[in-house]
T-cell receptor, first 114, second 114 residues
Framework: AQSVAQPEDQVNVAEGNPLTVKCTYS??????LFWYVQYPNRGLQFLLKYITGDNLVKGSYGFEAEFNKSQTSFHLKKPSALVSDSALYFC????????????FGPGTRLSVLP | DGGITQSPKYLFRKEGQNVTLSCEQNLNHDAMYWYRQDPGQGLRLIYY???????QKGDIAEGYSVSREKKESFPLTVTSAQKNPTAFYLC?????????????FGDGTRLSIL
């Protein structure tokens, strides 16, 4: 079965500092990995995905993520955080051998302090 | 602009009442999904549909029903059998059932009990 863990409920970072939001996954086959962001009372917005190829994936709004197969991780990063980055972040996985369902992590709330 | 429209934004249900949440997309996507979001639990899949007139149960389908009579529309009915319906409901779509395509989300319907 697929599963996704986001070990931190909350991440606080000062504006201008680098940020990391952690994600680890478990799948039986090769994973497709995604990051989404959710602002209050809104739906999820797609940030980036890893399918294959380069382990460092670049996405929207200056975010990037690094795929690490040996550690089964897909951490989201940004070199310089903005106050407007404060939101709820979800990691999701899809096992290409498993079928149609995406599995989402529980979410990590990012607060960027001015 | 193309997107997914969910209505209403807020909905209240009385005891013993069925309520229907609307989801319409003009992205020409084949696949559509319904998720339930509770605080700290991420997104849980209720139902999904890969094509018109076909749909499959997700992880928490009990107490819910759906239909897919048109490509653009995927309404969700929360029946009186769902004893704890208070949650944020999100509809999503993707181009097809292909594993690497990200999902696009609506802005959700918040359902509460009167």
């Amino acid at each position: 079965a697929q599963s996704v863990a986001q070990p931190e409920d909350q991440v606080n970072v000062a504006e201008g500092n680098p940020l990391t939001v952690k994600c680890t996954y478990s799948v039986s086959g090769n994973p497709y990995l995604f990051w989404y962001v959710q602002y209050p009372n809104r739906g999820l917005q797609f940030l980036l995905k890893y399918i294959t190829g380069d382990n460092l994936v670049k996405g929207s709004y200056g975010f990037e993520a690094e795929f690490n197969k040996s550690q089964t991780s897909f951490h989201l990063k940004k070199p310089s955080a903005l106050v407007s980055d404060s939101a709820l972040y979800f990691c999701a996985v899809r096992d290409i051998n498993y079928g149609q369902n995406f599995v989402f992590g529980p979410g990590t709330r990012l607060s960027v302090l001015p | 602009d193309g997107g997914i429209t969910q209505s209403p934004k807020y909905l209240f249900r009385k005891e013993g009442q069925n309520v229907t949440l609307s989801c319409e997309q003009n992205l020409n996507h084949d696949a559509m999904y319904w998720y339930r979001q509770d605080p700290g639990q991420g997104l849980r899949l209720i139902y999904y549909s890969q094509i018109v007139n076909d749909f499959q149960k997700g992880d928490i389908a009990e107490g819910y029903s759906v239909s897919r009579e048109k490509k653009e529309s995927f309404p969700l009915t929360v029946t009186s059998a769902q004893k704890n319906p208070t949650a944020f409901y999100l509809c999503a779509s993707s181009i097809d059932g292909g594993s690497w395509q990200p999902q696009h989300f609506g802005d959700g319907t918040r359902l509460s009990i009167l």
